[in-house]
């Protein structure tokens, strides 16, 4: 079964607007960890930011925020200010307890179009 | 500055051929990951492994092989047996044991059938 479920294959947003990109995740374990990562054209996986199921603050990282739902199991990815550089695939990934050897569960991606 | 390089970039493969994909870091992590990736797909987990000299079976294994004889190396060899090898393969580590840290990611390898 999926674990992770990004339902938006693909999104456009204008320069220096705000974008929300939705990921819902299906576990069991009390403890996990969210983490979002950035995917140029040019291939490698930039880390952008990291929620804990026990943390009872939103995470933020500069114009990146994490709208953290934890009832509803879902962990969006706000990107404020969009710049044209953030044209790119965002995946949402999580870590359960050591499954796998801390290993991550990747969704599909969302990919994200900022247009001038 | 430290982090994870991947060798080749790009890689061709022949018929019935193995070929080995490189991995090497320099961020004393002890924890490593293969992972494949197709188009349009998130990636999916090959092989890991936490501790020099052992690595375990991912979702995917099948077809594939790697070694860990030292921390700073896990290449994988991508064999005959591996029936649809063309992906984008990518190496990363982390922390052993430590769940709220990142995994760093290598630039990848593109993998090619001739």
């Known amino acids: 079964a999926q674990k992770i479920t990004q339902t938006q294959p693909g999104m456009f947003v204008q320069e220096k607007e705000a974008v929300t990109l939705d990921c819902t995740y299906d576990?069991?374990?009390?403890?996990?960890?969210l983490f979002w990562y950035k995917q140029p054209s040019s291939g490698e996986m930039i880390f952008l930011i990291y929620q804990g199921s026990y943390d009872q603050q939103n995470a933020t990282e500069g114009r990146y925020s994490l709208n953290f739902q934890k009832a509803r199991k879902s962990a969006n990815l706000v990107i404020s200010a969009s710049q044209l550089g953030d044209s790119a695939m965002y995946f949402c990934a999580m870590r359960e307890r050591p499954n796998s050897g801390y290993a991550l569960n990747f969704g599909k991606g969302t990919s994200l179009l900022v247009t001038p | 500055d430290g982090g994870i390089t991947q060798s080749p970039k790009y890689l061709f493969r022949k018929e019935g051929q193995n070929v080995t994909l490189s991995c090497e870091q320099n961020l004393n992590h002890d924890a490593m990951y293969w992972y494949r990736q197709d188009p349009g797909q998130g990636l999916r987990l090959i092989y890991y492994?936490?501790?020099?000299?052992?690595?375990q079976k991912g979702d995917i294994a099948e077809g594939y092989s790697v070694s860990r004889e030292k921390k700073e190396s896990f290449p994988l060899t991508v064999t005959s047996a591996q029936k649809n090898p063309t992906a984008f393969y990518l190496c990363?580590?982390?922390?052993?044991?430590?769940?709220?840290?990142?995994?760093?990611f290598g630039d990848g390898t593109r993998l090619s059938i001739l």
């Open positions: 576990t069991s374990d009390p403890s996990y960890g």
């Open positions: 990363a580590s982390s922390y052993r044991g430590r769940s709220n840290q990142p995994q760093h």
């Open positions: 492994s936490q501790i020099v000299n052992d690595f």
